[in-house]
């Protein structure tokens, strides 16, 4: 795996940094469900992803969307409905605000709808990167071992390159994000913000 990568060819992936995971007023915090490690991640990643847009680098973000069915009742898998019973009709629908980017990280170049832990399932993600040039991407989000891990995996097995934001990752414990990250070191590169900062250069 290339220690640097082709700048040229590479977009900053940013998993699920939407309202309705992180803001104060989006479905998770009305369910009580937060983390301070990931409150934080917008204003980390902010420096990362200015720096990305003043030199050409694509910003791509996945957009976690529970898709309305019959009667626009939510579309929520069996084991999502069991570990967050709060989520409702409206929560993470197309096209609304709990879906989109939060602000911080704003304008998104690219983005792309999910409905599973992998940016790559049943989505256009691999579509657009090829149409695009895209060779590598530079991965931060939530949660580390969910999203995350699921989407950089499944990069690795279709030749991509990828490099991990070890600080602009984060999953609701310490100590699960440092497992996940442990774990991913076989196929992903793993960096700091700053560090990728530095490898962008001047």
Not at 33 to 52: C, S, W, Y
Not at 80 to 87: G, T
Request: net charge neutral; glycine share 10%.
């Amino acid at each position: 795996m290339a220690e640097t990568p082709d700048w040229s060819k590479t977009a900053i992936l940013l998993v699920d940094l939407q309202n309705d995971f992180i803001h104060p007023d989006g479905a998770y915090a009305r369910g009580g469900q937060g983390a301070a490690q990931i409150a934080a991640l917008p204003a980390r990643l902010q420096p990362l992803v200015a720096k990305a847009r003043a030199k050409g680098v694509p910003i791509l973000a996945t957009l976690f969307t529970l898709v309305p069915g019959r009667g626009g009742e939510p579309l929520i898998s069996p084991h999502l409905k069991a570990l967050r019973p709060f989520l409702k009709r409206g929560d993470f629908a197309p096209g609304s605000w709990g879906q989109a980017v939060v602000d911080e990280l704003q304008p998104i170049e690219m983005s792309v709808e999910k409905i599973a832990y992998s940016a790559f399932y049943m989505t256009r993600l691999e579509w657009l990167l090829r149409k695009t040039g895209i060779e590598h991407l530079v991965v931060g989000g939530i949660v580390t071992n969910g999203g995350v891990a699921s989407s950089v995996r499944d990069a690795h097995v279709r030749d991509l390159g990828v490099t991990v934001l070890d600080d602009g990752s984060a999953a609701f414990s310490p100590a699960t994000h440092a497992e996940a990250i442990a774990g991913l070191k076989p196929v992903a590169r793993i960096r700091t913000i700053l560090e990728v900062m530095a490898e962008m250069g001047a």
